[in-house]
C-alpha cells in the first residue's frame, strides 16, 4: 500500500507538472502572437502613413483650403459642377490653383466655372475617398488605432478652420459616402469633450 501511495504521488505531480508547463507554454504563445499583432499594427500604421504623404500634392492641398471656405450651398455647386459665385477674398488660393483663368464679376465676387468646379470637385473627392479607405483601417482595428488618431487629428481642427471638408461631404453625401470619417470625427468630438471634462472635474 505505501509503495501504490508513493507510485500515484508522483504520477499525479508529474500529471500536474506536465500540465503547468502546457500552461507556461499557451500563455507564451498567447503573449507572442499578441506581441506579433500589435507590432504589425504599428508596422501597417506607418506603411499608411508614407502612402498619405507620397498621395498629398500641391494642387489637391490648394483645393481643399478653398472648399474648406464655402458654405454649404457653394459645396453643394461644385459637387454637382455648377458655375459658382466665391467671395474675392479667395483669390490668392484660385490664382494659385487656375492661373490667370479668374473671372471677376465684380469687385468682391469671383465667378468659378462648370469646368473649375469640375476641378475642384475632383480633388476633394480624390482626397476624400483615400481619407475614407485609410479610416477604414483605423475603424477595424487594422492599424494601431492610436497611432492614427493622432496624425489625423488635425484633419478636425474647427478653431483652425479645419472639418474635413464638412460642408463638401454633405453635399457628397455624408455618412452614406463617407462613413469611416464622420465616424472619425464623431469619435475626436466625444474624445476632445471627454478630455475638456476631466481636466474642468466636472462630475
Not at 459665385?85 to 484660385?94: D, E, F, N, R
Not at 494659385?96 to 483663368?101: A, E, M
Not at 468646379?117 to 480624390?126: D, N, P, Q, V
Not at 482595428?141 to 487629428?153: L, P, W
Request: charged residues 30%; neutral net charge.
Amino acid at each position: 500500500m505505501v509503495v501504490s501511495y508513493e507510485f500515484c504521488t508522483d504520477a499525479s505531480l508529474h500529471a500536474w507538472a506536465a500540465g503547468v508547463f502546457r500552461g507556461a507554454q499557451l500563455y507564451l504563445s498567447k503573449k507572442q502572437i499578441t506581441a506579433d499583432h500589435e507590432r504589425s499594427r504599428r508596422e501597417r500604421s506607418v506603411d499608411i502613413l508614407i502612402e498619405w504623404s507620397k498621395n498629398l500634392k500641391k494642387e489637391g492641398s490648394l483645393a481643399r483650403k478653398i472648399i474648406e471656405c464655402l458654405s454649404e450651398d457653394q459645396c453643394r455647386d461644385i459637387f454637382n459642377q455648377r458655375e459658382v459665385k466665391v467671395a474675392k477674398k479667395h483669390q490668392i488660393l484660385l490664382d494659385q490653383l487656375f492661373p490667370s483663368t479668374i473671372e471677376q464679376v465684380d469687385g468682391d465676387v469671383i465667378q468659378l466655372t462648370e469646368a473649375q468646379s469640375t476641378e475642384l470637385r475632383w480633388h476633394a473627392i480624390t482626397y476624400l475617398n483615400a481619407l475614407e479607405f485609410t479610416l477604414v483601417a483605423w475603424q477595424y482595428s487594422v492599424v494601431d488605432r492610436e497611432i492614427i488618431e493622432v496624425q489625423f487629428s488635425y484633419l478636425f481642427s474647427p478653431a483652425d478652420g479645419h472639418e474635413v471638408l464638412k460642408h463638401f461631404r454633405k453635399a457628397a453625401g455624408g455618412e452614406d459616402s463617407f462613413p469611416a470619417i464622420e465616424l472619425f470625427t464623431a469619435h475626436l468630438i466625444d474624445k476632445r469633450k471627454n478630455q475638456l471634462i476631466k481636466k474642468l472635474n466636472v462630475a
